[in-house]
């Protein structure tokens, strides 16, 4: 049994955008392996249709699952269904701050209202999580914050500016935090993953932008991620406390490269997006 396993049955959990995509792929991670799990979206039909599709589900003998309607944008909201699941459990053992949208194509293209949306969600959405449930874990002394980012929090990604932009914040509120945080015995681990298989990769494009091909290509592969593997490798790094989950094994080495070797990245970034308009 993995060391994920032994660390999440019986444990209390929120995962924000947990109606699709990364988010419900956790919630059935969290929920086979014995989690009680609040699946939180602004949808909030789809945050129930993903739990009335996990094992059990109509017969009574889901574990603790269940949907709440929840926009991260509203800090209030965020903070009351923290308190909830506190009262429920006696404390809140995994907040997953992993709602986000995204806008793909030319900059210029972008609005003032896009540019306020996609900061809202994917910036001030993860503040108001780790606003709400990080004073709480200080005071037992435990638990695990768990940021959703992406390989665009890591690398450049032309065409994706806005995007790109929040993903770095998260990245760097996840790795500042846990200096901190692990004094008070609280976990903080970011989650970069790279063209995962989920409905963002063909919505927000701007001026005939294809966010499919282009997260693809842009990882030279012909498929996408299954998001159900990537959420067994996050419980696992959540498990062992591991600052970054970068997945596929591709994503690490690009982000190796990054590190080495800027210059290069920003030569081979600057062909892809001339290619990627052609």
Known sequence: MSRARRGVPGRSAIVTGGGSGIGAALVRALVADGAHVVVADIDVDAAQAVVDSLPGAGTGSVAGARAARLNVTDAAAVAALVEEVIGEHGGLDLMFANAGITWGGDTEL?????????????????????????????????GSL????????????????SYAMTKHAVVGLGMSLRAEAAGHGVGVTVVCPAAVDTPILDKGELGGFDGRRYYLDGQGVRRPLDPDALARSVLDGVSR?????????????????????????????????????S
Do not use: F, K
């Open 146 to 161: 768990v940021l959703t980012s992406s390989m665009g929090g890591l690398s450049p990604a032309g065409l994706l500016t």
């Open 241 to 277: 406390n591991r600052a970054l989950v970068i997945e596929p094994a591709r994503a690490r080495a690009t982000w190796r490269l990054q590190r080495l070797a800027p210059g290069l990245m920003d030569r081979m970034l600057t062909r892809y997006v001339r290619s990627a308009r």
């Open 110 to 142: 972008l609005t003032l209202e896009q540019w306020n949306a996609i900061i809202d969600v994917n910036i001030r959405g993860v503040v108001h999580c780790v606003h709400a449930a990080y004073p709480h874990m200080i005071a037992r002394g435990s």
